[in-house]
Every structure is written in C-alpha cells, then in structure tokens.
C-alpha cells in the first residue's frame, strides 16, 4: 500500500512538473510573437518616418511650379503632421490614408505640369516615393503575417490558455484603405 501511495505522489508531482514546463513554453512563446509583431511594427514606423520625410521635399518641388495651388500643398502638409502624430495601428493606418489620398492630389496636381514632371528632381522624388511604399507593403505584410501568428496563438486552445491568464490580446492589422493600396503614379 505504502509503494502505490508513493507512486501516486510521484505521479501527480510529475503531471505537475510538466504543466508547469508546459505553461512555461506557451508563455515563452506567446512573448516571442508579441516581440515578433512589435519588431514588425518598428520597421514600418522607420518606413512611414523615410515617407514623412520626403513629403515635405515633394510639396517644395511641385510648389515651385504650381504657386498658386496652396489649398493642395496644405492638406499634404495637415495630413504629414497628422500621419507624423498618429498613434497605434489603427490610428496610424487612418492618417497614412489620409496622407495617401493627399499625396494623390498632389500628384495629379503636377499632371498639369509637364515642365514640372519633366524635373530630374521631381522625378527622383516620385521613384523614391515608389520605392518607400514598396518598402512599407513589404514590412506591412511581416506584420500582418507577426500579428496573424499571435492572434492565432491567443485564441486557440491550449495556449489561449497562458494567453488569458498572462494578459496577452489580439493585435490588430495595419490595413490600408483598397485606394491606398497603389503607389501613387504620375504618367510622362
């Protein structure tokens, strides 16, 4: 009697021990997705920064050549600011739209303007522009994907187990509006 007791002990010490290692490792790796996702965030915060910092270059070129357009010039530079203030995924992807659809104005704006077009400088401008927003699909997508991997492991059983009772949530996308989805392109 006295060896299945101490079995008994030995087992549920056991089952114990390896719930313990097993909360351990789910918590361990709902961490590395949190830092995962945060990472992914950082690297489009430095995309949007490359982006904030063109705007204000592009808004001189076209002012340039299109003085008397200040309402346009304006609303890129109040969207820039509000992009540049925004805080948190959602936030942040609403005034990046913002800035899209002002940036848009401006470009069909330098339509009008072929010597303007025509510009070595407004044309480096456009290409770095297309190469910042290629960049910033790019980090958006590893997020997306980052955030997709710890969504799943915070609802689905077992981990959202850990994830409840270690207070981890869902992370949301960075989504941009289907209009925001395109570079925006001048044609010469």
Known sequence: MHAVSNLLVIVV?????LLIVWAIVMY?????LRNRTQNAWSQIDVQLKKRHDLVP????????YAAHEA??????VEARNAAMAASGVTDTAQAENLLTGALRSLFALAEEYPELR???NFQRLQADLGEIEGD???????????????NNAVETFPS???????GFRRGPFFEIEEEGRSVPEVEF
Do not use: P, W
Request: net charge neutral; proline share 0%.
């Open 13 to 17: 010490i056991a089952v114990v021990v």
């Open 71 to 76: 309402g346009t010039f304006e609303a890129v």
């Open 28 to 32: 361990n790796r709902l961490v590395r």
């Open 160 to 166: 959202n187990v850990v994830a409840s009772l270690a």
């Open 136 to 150: 910033i699909a790019v980090a958006r997508q590893i997020f997306n994907d980052s955030t997709l991997s710890l």
């Open 57 to 64: 270059n592009l808004v001189e070129t076209v002012k340039g």
């Open 118 to 120: 025509a510009t070595e």
